[in-house]
């Protein structure tokens, strides 16, 4: 690496001012030091028309000057979040077209209302680190040096000094951090009081629209039902009340456009934090909490599903179930015991999304179809919960099979809860109930045959040594909000496609996690590009679940 001072890289660019686009390349392994920060261009594009370059910015701690605990432990997740918000506006501020192609482009992704660790910003031994895509300025391929000096120079200086002016913002970093460690807080709570989820009194469950994650206008405020409400105070001082739920099987009814698919999505996204002001900031669920829904046409490897479906026409194998397009009644059957490998903690289902012949079946249905393979969910439901421990949370409104079997029944009248479990009791009748049987485990042994893995917008597109060309879509499973993570689930994906060694599903989601904890972006990428999002383990297993040529072997 060789340092240079402003005014050598000002000289640089006049040098090569008009010249061919490759002469950015003297740029590369070139150190700036800025007094204040040094940066470097970790990859530089070929071409003013080809995806951005990337410089990565370090700002040394005593020049940022933000208070050391904010860099520490469970602290460094919200303050950089933060920051990555601020980078975002001041990327956008200084941001123009003066060119060909990117030619002067300068910035990040969104951040989405959730508190994430992105790759836009980190914190290496308290020195704040900053990336951001830069589109190298040029005309007709010819290098447009003044821009380049105002970009790499004016421009980055900008940004820099708006990033150190936050030591005077101090407080209002710190209640962006305070109402991250509330709802942390609230999460551990949870698991020490046997509860599924809490929504605070207050909340704004539903949305501008479906193309907006901005709170609702004028939308009726969440209130908890009193059986289900308890005070909780917060390490902030704060005392809120709100309906918690308790582990066990809980079904939410009530009629059409009343707040049950908007109540079971808040669920869904409380497994993230939110900001301040999106509504949701109090809205907490247990963090292996997934939406499960019927998916036809998906790949399924290996999966026992025979407490569910037996005795195919078609004579396949329910023990060892596989297929490359599986109806929606499979699936859903495979997601299931899939879930439950995964160790799942919370399970949400709604009928509205669901393989409706797996979930129940009525008794006349029973009686004109003699035949029949499928075992419904509500005859097992209650045997299932109790030998996983698994919470169960069902939207219902077509049929009340799963009211006789749940421990808790809430009423959605619009929007607001209203619990009926005692009234429910009354019409409650004994059934016939079947034993779930616990799916065999499996092993991951690797991707057979995967050449190359990308992510394009919401989709991992995967290309095979036989020909095969591969989609999967993630814009419908519900623990993915951002395009970072699907981007950085396919770098994982990846780095496990020839595995040293074969794991077991838990095992797998364990070391996923522990190099996340451990190396950051960096155990998968490098050099690490800005527009990365966490993930975690149990969303890359969900991924493998569905690729083509994922080997999965059961276990003996």
């Not at 009211?403 to 019409?427: F, G, H, Q, S, W």
Request: proline share 5%; charged share 25%.
């Amino acid at each position: 690496m060789i340092r240079i001072g402003i005014s050598e890289l000002k000289e640089l660019l006049r040098k090569i001012d008009g010249k061919r686009y490759s002469m950015y390349k003297k740029l590369r392994n070139l150190v700036i030091n800025y007094d204040v920060a040094k940066a470097i261009l970790t990859k530089i594009q070929g071409d003013p028309h080809a995806p951005p370059s990337i410089m990565e910015i370090t700002i040394p701690s005593k020049v940022h000057k933000l208070p050391n605990k904010f860099l520490r432990g469970e602290f460094q997740t919200p303050l950089t979040d933060y920051i990555a918000r601020v980078l975002y506006r001041v990327t956008r501020k200084y941001s123009r077209k003066c060119g060909s192609g990117y030619s002067c482009y300068i910035g990040i992704p969104k951040p989405g209302p959730w508190i994430l660790k992105r790759s836009c910003v980190g914190v290496k031994n308290g020195d704040i680190v900053l990336r951001m895509y830069i589109g190298l300025p040029a005309r007709n391929r010819r290098v447009l040096g003044n821009k380049a000096s105002e970009l790499l120079i004016k421009h980055t200086l900008g940004i820099v000094d708006t990033i150190i002016e936050l030591r005077s913002k101090v407080g209002e970093i710190e209640k962006h951090i305070e109402c991250y460690i509330d709802q942390e807080y609230l999460r551990q709570w949870l698991y020490r009081n046997n509860y599924m989820f809490f929504i605070a009194d207050r909340s704004i469950l539903p949305r501008e629209s479906s193309l907006s994650e901005k709170p609702m206008k004028n939308a009726i405020l969440f209130k908890s039902p009193r059986p289900l409400r308890v005070i909780v105070r917060l390490p902030s001082g704060k005392q809120i009340t709100g309906m918690a739920m308790p582990m066990g099987i809980a079904v939410i009814t009530g009629g059409g456009y009343h707040g049950k698919t908007t109540l079971l999505k808040a669920i869904q996204n409380g497994i993230y934090n939110h900001v301040k002001g999106d509504g949701r900031e109090y809205i907490v669920s247990r963090k292996y909490t997934v939406i499960i829904r019927a998916e036809d046409g998906r790949i399924v490897s290996n999966v026992d599903i025979s407490s569910f479906i037996n005795n195919l026409p078609t004579g396949e194998d329910t023990l060892k179930y596989s297929s490359l397009n599986s109806s929606g009644s499979t699936s859903m059957a495979a997601s299931i015991n899939e879930a439950i490998e995964a160790n799942a903690e919370v399970i949400l289902m709604d009928e509205d999304t669901s393989a409706t012949n797996l979930l129940f079946k009525d008794e006349v249905m029973s009686k004109v179809i003699a035949k029949e393979p499928i075992k419904p969910l509500h005859l097992q439901i209650r045997d299932l919960a109790n030998k996983t421990k698994i919470g169960i949370v069902i939207v219902t409104s077509a049929s009340s099979s799963f009211l006789d079997v749940a421990d808790r029944i809430i009423l959605m009248e619009n929007y607001i809860p209203r619990d009926i479990t005692t009234d429910i009791r009354k019409y409650a009748a004994p059934k016939s109930e079947l034993p779930y049987k616990s799916p065999r485990s499996r092993v991951f042994h690797g991707i057979r045959g995967l050449r190359k893995i990308r992510a394009k917008d919401y989709r991992i597109v995967t290309e095979y040594s036989d020909g095969i060309r591969f989609e999967l879509d993630l814009a419908y499973y519900s623990r993915i909000v951002e395009k970072g993570q699907v981007k950085f689930i396919a770098y994982i994906v990846k780095k496990l496609a020839n595995l040293e060694r074969p794991m077991s599903i838990p095992k797998l989601i364990n070391y996923v996690n522990e190099l996340i904890s451990n190396k950051g972006f960096s155990a998968f990428i490098h050099p690490i590009p800005p527009d990365l999002t966490t993930v975690d383990g149990f969303d890359v297993v969900w991924v493998l679940n569905r690729l083509y040529n994922a080997v999965f072997i059961q276990s003996k």
